[in-house]
């Protein structure tokens, strides 16, 4: 018997987890539950996150959290508690398989049949961004190794324990070389561990356009935080609905899983909603704590329901469905055909599935790292860039002397062009004249020199070589 904390959450939430829960328990699911509030109701008691400690003692006691959707509201301040719990408890894969379900569901794509595999804590997510001038404000985009090392490691496992035969990895490598060129050049060093499997990458761009229109192509994606949470939600809807999809989110102890569809507050208590996603959550959960013959007897029989025409409004359509039912209606369906086998629709087969091995990080032997120069940010509201050009040039130390000004990226002095719009926004590169900065407190007399000259410094970059690689691109132009 295993405990799990359930939370029914908002909106159409609690009807579709009584729906899931009567099905998954049906079906024998050895499972003890544990019910927390999270959601609008306690947002509203005045805790910002949505949560209270002793729900929160109650997931780190159980470990696993099956959750329905839940309404943020507005203003306030508010924290998404999706966010919140996926980054406290490390929960680093999110894992969104897409099928068709053609002809039963409407899809111009009857052979999709794949899963997402997205980078869940860091990327732009961070969600770390500050406002630097009158005119610019910016995001970072954090990386890491131990990150990419996961969650890559995650996709490749998956694909073995669930006889999957390719896995593709989408970055935009092109542009952001040190970022996304992490993540890209981790995905080759671990491939090489895992001969068995088919390995390609995309540009995510052209990768995604290719997914849009011929999804069969594609096995398991492996991808960064933004382009995976954008890449799920196209994949599902092109296999036919967002609202059938289920995703989980797994991490070294911890695990939650849910549908990917809103709280739906205008259907609530209607007794309407499909539980299709919630469902399929709770079969990823079944299947991560080991009840794989439940998680399969459930999908087998929710994919019988499905072809016997047994459907919600949502996806009701007059001549492919028979029987428009309710939420309870559909889940006493899916019930009464625990044990069948769908016979059009390709049965899940969860047998083989073993555990995935989530090895913890270790890190690499420490870099030789080399000191170069500074990238020195200013908030200057001039628009002659040779006078700004002439200025910045007289900033010299012993050792550094201006290289180039860039604005939003482009190489604007020396040697810009006319044409080229600029903020007020600007990054003045200094570079080590003899290969390298011995002190920092070089860095801290540039800053100086310009504070003396007028300049509001806004930040500083320094900019280091990594076992002889420069760890920083170079300016666009240059």
């Keep these: 018997m295993r405990k799990i904390t359930i939370a029914k959450g908002d909106g159409i939430g609690p009807e579709i987890m009584d729906a899931t829960l009567k099905i998954i328990l049906a079906a024998g699911a050895k499972i003890e539950i544990e019910e927390i509030e999270v959601g609008e109701k306690v947002y509203l008691s005045g805790n910002t996150s949505g949560i209270s400690k002793s729900s929160w003692d109650s997931i780190l006691n159980t470990k696993v959290f099956l959750k329905a959707p839940i309404t943020t509201p507005q203003g306030g301040g508010y924290k998404s508690l999706n966010v919140t719990t996926r980054k406290m408890l490390g929960l680093f894969a999110n894992v969104r398989p897409c099928i068709s379900l053609h002809p039963f569901v409407k899809t111009k794509h009857p052979e999709l049949d794949m899963v997402i595999i997205r980078e869940n804590e860091e990327d732009l997510y961070a969600g770390i961004e500050h406002q630097q001038t009158d005119e610019v404000v910016q995001c970072l985009k954090l990386i890491s190794r131990p990150g990419c090392e996961k969650i890559i490691r995650y996709a490749f496992e998956y694909a073995k324990s669930y006889a999957r035969k390719k896995v593709t990895c989408f970055t935009k490598d092109n542009i952001m070389k040190q970022t996304d060129g992490l993540f890209h050049t981790i995905f080759d060093e671990i491939g090489q561990e895992y001969p068995e499997i088919e390995k390609e990458h995309w540009i995510v761009d052209i990768g995604a356009a290719k997914m849009a229109d011929t999804p069969e192509n594609f096995d398991v ?8 949470d954008i890449l ?4 599902a809807q092109i296999a036919g609905s967002v609202g059938l999809a289920g995703s989980a989110n797994i991490g070294e102890e911890f ?3 849910e549908a990917i569809h809103g709280s739906a507050p205008r259907r609530a ?3 309407l909603a499909n539980p299709s996603g919630l469902l399929q959550g709770a079969v990823l959960m079944l299947n991560h704590i080991g009840q794989n013959e439940v998680a399969e007897k459930i999908q087998n029989a929710w994919l019988k329901t499905l072809e016997d025409g047994v459907h919600t409004y949502d996806i009701f359509k007059e001549g492919t469905s028979k029987t428009k039912v309710s939420t309870s209606e559909f889940a006493e369906a899916i019930i009464k055909n625990l044990g069948k086998i769908p016979t059009t629709l390709k049965p899940a087969n969860y047998a ?9 990080y270790k890190r690499k032997p420490a870099a030789t790292k080399v000191l170069k120069g500074v990238d020195v940010f200013l908030h200057w509201n001039g628009l002659n860039v040779d006078e700004l050009g002439e200025i910045i040039n007289t900033l010299k130390t012993e050792n550094l002397s201006l290289n180039m000004i860039s604005n939003r990226g482009i190489k604007v002095w020396p040697e810009g062009l006319k044409q080229t719009f600029c903020t007020d926004h600007w990054r003045c590169r200094f570079i080590a004249k003899n290969g390298s900065i011995p002190l920092s407190t070089e860095i801290i007399k540039i800053q100086d020199l310009a504070l003396q000259k007028g300049f509001d410094v806004i930040k500083t970059e320094n900019l280091y070589e990594f076992n002889g690689k420069a760890g920083y691109s170079l300016g666009q132009g240059q």
């Excluded at 994606?221 to 995976?228: D, E, R, S």
């Excluded at 799920?232 to 994949?235: E, F, G, R, T």
């Design 352 to 360: 083989n599935s073993k555990p995935i091995d989530l090895k913890p």
């Design 255 to 257: 695990a939650m899983f």
């Design 221 to 228: 994606i492996v991808t960064l935080n933004l382009y995976g």
């Design 269 to 271: 208590g209607q007794d």
């Design 232 to 235: 799920s939600d196209v994949a």
